[in-house]
């Protein structure tokens, strides 16, 4: 009777845990996208801002490691070869939100990152040959058709602020299927785990937006420069410091929850976060919108419910394939089994359990 309330206590522990990372995911976001569309509206040089905002993230990993909260990877350069790219990638992901996010209403923006499976579908099609089911292909075509209504009907629509969101979305799904590639490579397989990889390519993605900033936008971030704009310099220094925090907490609290919880648990919370945030921002900044532009909103965010619901069932179906194929192949006995040794080494299927 002791262990069966123990049990229970430790499982509603575990259940409180996770609703409150969940919490901290959302409202981290919440508040990056309220305090990044002010800066970007007094302070309209995206390149500069997510220089910042990748900086203050860059120093919270570093008092990470120095703390011991978290371990540093041990690099050496045929490690940093594969992230490299990984990081120019990054980089160039979060400049075009933050453009998009500069030039539209937060909640468009986060309408058109609704296609961001689209893209995953066509580039892991392209790149992995992970050819999708008819499944997950129909649940894409209330994405498409979602975000298509939602643009035409868009208050705040510019094709500027359009193409860089559509633009964020390839980038990233692109860092993601490199990702995939990289992280079978012999030089970073095993040496280095995702909380770690993610914060290697935010330092580097850093030391990347740095000249990019200086190049395109001058040296914006100074006292002078900005009372000349006539900007607040305090309030503004404040406002960037509290969305790099956020920016780097939320994405790092994304990272916890993913080895907590199931790939599609985290695929349906993170949709829901994007409801949130759609809405919160909605209400915060008083944005006009019709009932056509919110019907394709919801249409495009209900498509990408169907499409977790259906990555889930097809990775289901391949598992459930692979075990039947495991127990159809004769093993060095001549009975039915699973692989054995001896089939492992010669056929060098040594990832198949």
Sequence with gaps: MVNFFSGRGKDAARAAGLLALF???YGFNIVFNIYNKQILKSF?????????????????IAAMWASGAKKAPTLNREMLKPIIPLAVIHTVGNLLTNVSLGKVAVSF???????????????????????????VVGALVP???????????????????????????????????????????????GAIDNINLFSVITMLSCLVCLPIAMGLEGVRFTPQAMAAAG??????????????????????????ILSRVTPVTHSVGNCMKRVTVIVVTLIYFKNPVSPLNMAGTALALF?????????????GAKK?????AAVAVPTSSGASGAYTDEFRRITGLSNIE
């Design 23 to 25: 919490a901290c995911w």
């Design 109 to 135: 923006t986060h309408t058109i990152k609704a296609m961001e499976p689209f893209f995953s579908v066509l580039l892991s099609a392209l790149f992995l040959g992970d050819i999708p089911s008819l499944a």
């Design 320 to 324: 459930e394939k692979a075990a039947a």
């Design 44 to 60: 309209p040089y995206p390149v500069t801002v997510t220089f910042i905002e990748l900086g203050v993230g860059s120093a919270l």
């Design 143 to 189: 994405v498409v058709g979602g975000v298509a209504l939602a643009s035409i009907t868009e208050v705040s629509f510019n094709w500027a602020g359009f193409f860089a969101a559509m633009g964020s979305n390839i980038t990233f799904q692109s860092r993601n299927v490199l990702s995939k590639k990289m992280m079978g490579l012999s030089s970073i397989k």
């Design 231 to 256: 900007l607040n310099v305090g309030e503004l220094i404040q406002r960037l410091a509290i969305a790099g925090f956020c920016f780097q907490m939320y994405q790092q609290i994304s990272y916890m």
């Design 303 to 315: 498509g990408v419910f169907l499409y977790s619901r259906a990555k889930q069932n097809e990775k």
